[in-house]
């Protein structure tokens, strides 16, 4: 039985999270743990999908072990608004959060925690119904997106306004011909609902635009990665007293996640298998023939995306999903910007007064990763230019 939309008692939830007021008592209880607890092992929380790769690859391999911290298993956790309790409340100290999520949490809710990292590039893409041809016919539809602070929503915006679309908080009552209903929904939601023509399509995280196309219930409209090129989706979000307090120990837990996505580069099928319902650690409740669509794609898969327009730029030569652990100040400046013109359902009034370039300055902390990356190689490593800066480009 499939829920649509996600229930108002769990945004509510997160939404109170997301206040002062709400994360204080976690944060009171963080502070507590962390007195009782000073040596914490790594605890990652996670949900089950491809945007955790580096932190369950890490934890499967044993790096955090071999960088000389220890390590608990991960967590599952089934909805954002979990995960971000668990994470402020200090039951779990490494997490992956929708980059977005991490803008709302530092400055809307002064949440102390800084982004490490990122966990991956790409990963997302815009999955519709069959009949769906176009961006056009989506007018007067509905569209489920993950939460309203994400990249999901960001990109989805940016593709309906470039074709004279109106994203709108969906109501009761009928869209007109030029709007497209958002709604918040859980991403294992989201296939079932296409299914059922409840929602005209979804964007989100993989493997969940994966599963529409081997179940045969929708197909890829576009990725995300195609309009705005190797951006971030979630990244690597860890507490401000483990960066301050423990800086040898969040420099291995940095060196670990990066070991996992240099490995992942080279062993993408590997990778798909060990993150399936069948793998050792049963991390996620997916298939491996949808995790390798996703991670280790049919060499034809390419040509006939291509060819359906869910890739325009194939100059570009991107993956479904890739991995690389920099965090660019020009991807967070550009976001904020980007987010004070985006629908935003719920507190945002925080994001007038956000300065770009302050945001990129006070959310990230680099010099763990910068180090990390020293160590294996630098970014061309990975297959990126060397350097930590870039030009951001967008084109839907």
């Known amino acids: 039985m499939c829920q649509v939309p996600m229930s108002r008692r769990e945004l509510l939830k997160l939404s109170a999270l997301f206040t002062t007021g709400g994360a204080l008592p976690l944060l009171n209880a963080l502070n507590a743990r962390a007195a009782s607890e000073p040596d914490a092992p790594v605890r990652i929380g996670y949900l089950p999908i491809t945007d955790a790769t580096p932190l369950l690859v890490a934890h499967h391999h044993g790096y955090f072990d071999q960088e000389g911290v220890k390590a608990e298993k991960p967590t599952l956790l089934r909805s954002w608004a979990q995960l971000v309790e668990a994470f402020i409340s200090g039951q779990v100290n490494v997490v992956h959060l929708l980059s977005p999520m991490t803008v709302w949490a530092r400055f809307g809710s002064q949440v102390p925690a800084k982004v490490v990292a990122w966990n991956h590039v790409g990963g997302s893409g815009l999955t519709v119904a069959p009949q769906v041809a176009t961006l056009r016919d989506l007018g007067g539809k509905t569209v489920a997106i993950p939460f309203w602070y994400s990249i999901h929503n960001v990109v989805l915006q940016t593709l309906l306004k470039k074709d004279g679309l109106v994203p709108v908080a969906k109501k009761t009552g009928t869209l007109a011909a030029n709007e497209v209903g958002l709604v918040v929904m859980a991403p294992s939601d989201m296939p079932p609902a296409l299914a059922a023509r409840q929602i005209e399509g979804y964007i989100v995280a993989e493997p969940f635009n994966a599963a529409a196309e081997t179940l045969k219930i929708g197909k890829i409209l576009r990725f995300t990665g195609d309009v705005w090129r190797n951006h971030a989706c979630c990244v690597v979000f860890m507490h ?98 980007r987010l004070k013109g985006t629908l935003i359902e719920g507190n ?20 763990f990763v910068r180090r990390s990356l020293a160590q294996v190689g630098g970014l061309k490593a990975f297959g990126f230019a060397d350097g930590f800066t870039r030009q951001e480009e967008i084109a839907a």
């Open 240 to 337: 401000q007293q483990d960066l301050d307090r423990r800086p040898a120990w969040s420099q291995k837990v940095v060196n670990a996640i990066v070991r996992a996505q240099r490995w992942t580069q080279d062993n993408r099928a590997e990778a798909a298998a060990l993150l399936s319902k069948d793998g050792p650690n049963r991390y996620t409740p997916h298939t491996l023939d949808a995790l390798r669509k996703v991670l280790a794609p049919d060499a034809g898969d390419h040509g006939r995306y291509l060819a359906s327009g869910a890739i325009r730029h194939a100059g570009w030569n991107d993956q479904r999903i890739d991995f690389q652990p920099y965090p660019y100040p020009s991807y967070t400046e550009e976001l904020v910007r």
């Open 348 to 367: 945002s009034s925080f994001l007038a007064a956000l300065d770009p370039q302050r945001a990129a300055r006070e959310l990230v902390d680099d010099r």
